[in-house]
């Protein structure tokens, strides 16, 4: 016969053995499953190209960083982690102060999603980013105040909208400022020297007998010549003052701060710098000359189309007088 009480103290009966079998299989099912989902969470961490970030609002610790900001900011994450200073050296001088205004923010909103600074990368780059942080409502009173965000670069974006607002304002042919642009820049400055009472010019050009040149060179030696002109205005005019081509022929400029002497100065120096323009087509050598109406600033002035009007009676008079001329009116 068996022993009972050896038969007793032997494996569990197979019941308890499958139960304890079954158990462990279904815990290193578990831990199986928990590390596919880390490996899957840390896979999604390396490919989002945007920096999750974790920070002690009180410590001023980083508390996490996620792997993307070792490509955007091109420093290693162990040095951020060890001296939030690390984010501030990298932040651009000029945008720091908001950069960590808006960081305080979060404290009153709860949450700033409008967030956008420049950052200087090692490698010398500056980039745009747009930095949404939030602060942990889940926190129980007397923990610490947890701030989580998100900073994605946008810097192609930036660029993109840049290049859209340089089309919008810019004339193609010359790179000039374009009529629209120009005369929303001439408008703040003539409110500006209102408010100042500062003395403000009004030039407009127009070149003499541009439909000849046409006519006889072609238009494609036309465009070169209106591409000359905006050339020599950016040369011979001041830091400051506002230049365009607002029509065909007609180019116009705004001298803020420039008294009616100051102004004619200006006006005789673009006129010699146009004059001394040369043109050749087809071993044909020519110049052109322009006619101007320069108008200042007075108290009477209610808007900058005053001043435009002025300068246009004088541009015509100009015209009337001989062109290649200045008229003050």
């Not at 929303?184 to 003395?199: M, S, T, V, Y």
């Amino acid at each position: 016969m068996v022993n009972k009480s050896l038969q007793d103290t032997s494996l569990p009966q197979w019941p308890e053995a499958a139960q304890t079998l079954m158990a462990l299989m279904h815990a290193q099912g578990e831990v199986a499953r928990l590390s596919e989902r880390e490996q899957l969470f840390s896979s999604l961490l390396v490919s989002v190209n945007a920096v999750l970030w974790a920070f002690n609002w009180e410590t001023r610790q980083v508390l996490y960083v996620s792997p993307a900001y070792d490509r955007i900011f091109g420093r290693p994450a162990g040095l951020l982690l060890s001296d939030f200073n690390h984010w501030r050296d990298s932040v651009y001088p000029d945008d720091l102060d908001y950069a960590e205004r808006s960081l305080a923010q979060v404290l009153v909103k709860g949450a700033v999603e409008d967030r956008e600074y420049r950052i200087i990368a090692a490698d010398g780059q500056v980039r745009w980013l747009s930095d949404k942080c939030f602060i942990n409502r889940q926190a129980e009173p007397g923990q610490p105040v947890i701030i989580v965000g998100i900073a994605e670069d946008i810097t192609e974006k930036k660029q993109m909208e840049a290049e859209l607002q340089r089309l919008a304002s810019t004339d193609v042919l010359t790179q000039s400022s374009n009529r629209r642009h120009f005369f929303e820049c001439a408008n703040h400055e003539f409110e500006q020297a209102r408010l100042n009472g500062a003395p403000m010019a009004f030039l407009l050009l127009d070149i003499d007998d541009f439909k000849v040149v046409n006519d006889t060179y072609g238009h494609q030696e036309g465009d070169k010549v209106l591409q000359r002109i905006a050339e020599s205005g950016r040369a011979a005019l001041r830091r400051g003052d506002l230049f365009g081509r607002i029509g065909g022929e007609e180019f116009a400029a705004v001298f803020p701060g420039c008294a009616p002497d100051m102004a004619m100065q200006v006006a005789e120096r673009l006129q010699r710098e146009i004059q001394r323009l040369s043109f050749s087509h087809d071993d044909q050598t020519f110049g052109i000359t322009v006619s101007q109406g320069l108008s200042s600033l007075t108290h009477e002035d209610e808007s900058i189309d005053t001043l435009f009007a002025r300068a246009d009676a004088a541009m015509y008079q100009a015209k009337r007088q001989g062109k290649n001329r200045i008229i003050s009116g």
